[in-house]
């Protein structure tokens, strides 16, 4: 099945320091979704985006909506142990009354302490 | 008010036999969607019920077959299951007027096919 191209696909940083990863679709989007996934978990949202250009923040994250509506970005400021997980970004078609989710394939973050 | 709650949290089943996975949406929530989350990749749409019929097919066989009920609790089912049938089955809710936006996952099933 189809998935948006998500990169970079792990990231190994030290406490405290910031982090950035992205997404990128050859389909136009209406909505992009971010998600964070720990072990065992279901996906939990972090932050979506409406409307292209949009910069959303919720707390230390930071997320965009490109303005070619195919791509949108994550920023981590200042990480924590507990910032450890897969982050999955996701686009979503409402075309009609079909409405579902594309994901990424995640990026998996490891933060030293 | 209770998140979306799934039920097996694990199962393991023999290839050719058919599985049964239940999900029961966020409160206020009639939208269910379901999504197979294979190791290593992301969640991959498989169909999304609304009023209690089908409201939308991702890339899988009719084999996967699904039911909403009146409550808008839902039923993934899987027949002749394969061995690449293993995986992590996420169901996820959504408010009224806002399907598929804010999608509330639950905590899947994780289904092994020997």
């Known amino acids: 099945g189809q998935q948006l191209n998500q990169s970079p696909q792990s990231m190994f940083i030290q406490e405290g320091e910031d982090v950035s990863m992205n997404c990128t679709s050859s389909?136009?989007?209406?909505?992009w979704l971010w998600y964070k996934q720990d072990p065992g978990e279901g996906p939990v949202l972090l932050i979506a985006l409406y409307k292209a250009g949009e910069l959303t923040s919720n707390g230390r994250l930071t997320a965009q909506f490109g303005i070619t509506r195919k791509d949108s970005f994550l920023n981590i400021s200042a990480s924590i142990p507990s910032d450890v997980g897969i982050y999955f970004c996701a686009g979503l078609h409402s075309g009609g009354s079909n409405y579902k989710l594309t994901f990424g394939k995640g990026t998996l973050l490891t933060v030293n302490p | 008010e209770t998140g979306v709650t799934q039920s097996p949290t694990h199962l393991i089943k023999t290839r050719g036999q058919q599985v049964t996975l239940r999900c029961s949406s966020q409160?206020?929530?009639?939208?269910v969607s379901w999504y197979q989350q294979a190791l290593g990749q992301g969640p991959q749409f498989i169909f999304q019920y609304y009023r209690e019929e089908e409201n939308g097919r991702g890339n899988f066989p009719p084999r996967f077959s699904g039911l909403q009920f009146p409550n808008y609790s839902s039923e993934l089912n899987v027949n002749a299951l394969e061995l690449d049938d293993s995986a992590l089955y996420l169901c996820?809710?959504?408010?009224?007027?806002?399907?598929?936006?804010?999608?509330?996952f639950g905590q899947g099933t994780r289904l092994t096919v020997v």
């Open positions: 996820a809710s959504s408010p009224l007027g806002q399907r598929g936006t804010e999608a509330f």
């Open positions: 389909s136009i989007f209406n909505t």
């Open positions: 409160s206020g929530h009639n939208t």
